[in-house]
């Protein structure tokens, strides 16, 4: 238990530091408090971001997924999540254009800029606080999970420990402080999945002789469509299509385009991106797939404790320790960047309403921060429902933004009625879902949600307008072609129900995606060359 508490409490003690030394003043103006003054290469942003989204939801929550469907759910994140980088140039490049040129600051604030409508602007500044909040919960949750499963620490004075040192280094350094806290916490979650998976794989005898194992009692575990029958084709698509939808939208990944200090920054990026999705994302699903052999009968919120409970069954306490670190840093990296992002929201879009008192918002910003960690503390008090459906559900809400968003960015000429519509009743039908007056069968609720939210803006933009047809340039580049061509080449209906062969342990159709993912890299190499 000593050493355990020694690797945890040197671990926070060295984000903290890290956290002081990047520090900003009190007094310090928003756009160095929330964007660091816009001065992020490459290495740092690629950094800030990745680690930014890969998240609790990342390590446990895909973990969990990989114990109760499988290798079914790798393609889903590994690919969808690194298909969504294509985003990173057709929406990042121009909003880091427009905000650069205008000074903008938060979300929010370009959408004010592009508009010119107040109520939208903070109806878009509402939304997306209010369907991140469950997100911001996902890491106090994710966090008491870990520390219970280590130490024994009751599970929610796990939650308060890791959102009390979150706030502090928060507070203090502001982006600054959260994107070197986040390149050091991403290359600690990776080295940690990759040892927690080679201590998984060894004590099991290899990864063939373990995946074995595994699929002479598990055989769903190695096919499509899972180990609950969950991955069916139309949740396949829905699931990889939200991604692509929501990513984007959440206000800590939108923050990040303001950030970088050029083009070029933004585009190696965007081609680093779907390969180290692909590497990052098989590594808790293996985990999962493999916790079958220690733990056979777990529940499905139980099944979200997987990693933690079976590192601490087969490692050392010092190497246990280690690995928990790892998935603390995944958390910890994306609750500081939603905390910082939700408050410079709030504290340039709304508060700003009642105060011009520019001097006074850092201060508001971090009193703000403090707030938000309180109510993701009490929304991870007790936990509804696993890590994986809590975040479909705050995907969606945040989905229903980007029609206004990349319309507003490539339409000619725009009015804020066609987005405020779009909004309103894609939000209502995010509702509708939930308390289950809607039915979207066989899809995920965001298909119908985003067809209709896609409708209301053009139909309503058109009656107002009447526009002449102008269509955005990268419609008729053949690489966004041969890129739309991968997304449904990842639709591998011939493949479905097959487990076999086994290659190197692991099924064969999951090298397609793999591959897949290298081409798309590929592919977003000469596309952004030719610009």
Not at 30 to 53: C, Q, V
Not at 182 to 202: E, P, T
Not at 260 to 283: Q, V
Request: with cysteine.
């Amino acid at each position: 238990m000593t050493v355990k508490l020694l690797v945890l409490g040197g671990y926070f003690l060295l984000v903290m530091l890290i956290g002081f030394l990047a520090r900003t003043r009190w007094t310090s103006s928003p756009e160095t408090y929330f964007l660091a003054d816009r001065s992020f290469g490459p290495i740092i942003l690629l950094g800030t971001m990745a680690a930014t989204n890969f998240s609790a939801f990342t390590v446990f929550g895909t973990s969990g997924a990989g114990y109760r469907d499988g290798y079914a759910f790798f393609p889903i994140m590994g690919f969808g999540t690194g298909f969504m980088a294509i985003s990173f140039w057709l929406l990042g490049r121009r909003i880091w254009e427009v905000g650069k040129s205008r000074g903008i600051v938060t979300p929010s604030e370009l959408i004010l800029s592009i508009y010119n409508s107040k109520t939208l602007s903070v109806l878009f500044a509402v939304v997306m606080i209010v369907f991140t909040i469950p997100y911001l919960a996902l890491q106090p949750m994710a966090a008491g999970y870990a520390l219970e499963s280590l130490l024994g620490l009751p599970y929610f004075y796990g939650c308060a420990l890791v959102a009390g040192v979150i706030v502090l280094y928060t507070l203090r350094g502001g982006m600054r402080a959260v994107a070197w806290t986040d390149v050091f916490q991403g290359g600690l979650m990776f080295v940690m999945l990759l040892v927690a998976l080679i201590i998984i794989v060894g004590h099991h005898g290899g990864l063939e002789a373990a995946n074995q194992k595994v699929m002479g009692v598990y055989p769903d575990l190695f096919s499509r469509p899972g180990g609950r029958g969950h991955y069916a084709p139309a949740i396949w698509f829905s699931y990889m299509l939200l991604w692509f939808l929501c990513d984007p939208m959440f206000p800590q990944l939108f923050q990040r385009f303001f950030v970088a200090k050029d083009r070029r920054s933004l585009s190696w990026m965007m081609l680093a991106y779907p390969l180290l999705s692909t590497a990052i994302f098989f590594m808790p699903v293996a985990i999962g797939v493999l916790g079958r052999l220690a733990f056979p009968a777990l529940s499905d919120i139980e099944a979200d404790k997987i990693l933690p409970m079976v590192v601490a069954l087969i490692s050392g306490d010092a190497m246990a320790a280690l690995v928990i670190a790892g998935g603390l840093a995944a958390l910890m990296s994306t609750m500081d960047s939603q905390l910082l992002t939700l408050s410079s929201i709030f504290t340039l879009d709304i508060f700003a309403l009642v105060s011009k008192n520019r001097k006074s918002y850092g201060l508001v910003g971090r009193i703000f921060v403090i707030f938000l960690s309180l109510c993701g503390l009490a929304l991870a008090y007790k936990p509804p429902s696993t890590i994986l459906q809590i975040a479909t559900q705050t995907f969606t809400g945040l989905a229903v933004l980007f029609p206004t968003v990349i319309f507003g960015l490539y339409l000619k000429r725009v009015h804020p009625l066609p987005a405020i519509l779009s909004v309103v009743v894609g939000e209502a039908m995010v509702v509708a879902f939930y308390i289950k007056w809607l039915s979207a069968a066989p899809f995920l609720p965001v298909i119908p949600v985003i067809i209709v939210t896609f409708v209301t803006y053009m139909i309503s933009h058109v009656l107002l307008l009447r526009p002449r047809l102008s269509l955005p340039a990268w419609l008729s580049d053949p690489y966004f072609w041969i890129l739309t061509a991968l997304f449904f080449l990842a639709m591998d209906f011939w493949a479905w129900g097959r487990s076999l062969p086994l290659v190197f342990g692991v099924p064969a159709w999951v090298y397609h995606f793999v591959i897949l993912s290298a081409v798309q890299t590929f592919a977003m190499y000469f596309w952004v060359r030719r610009k």
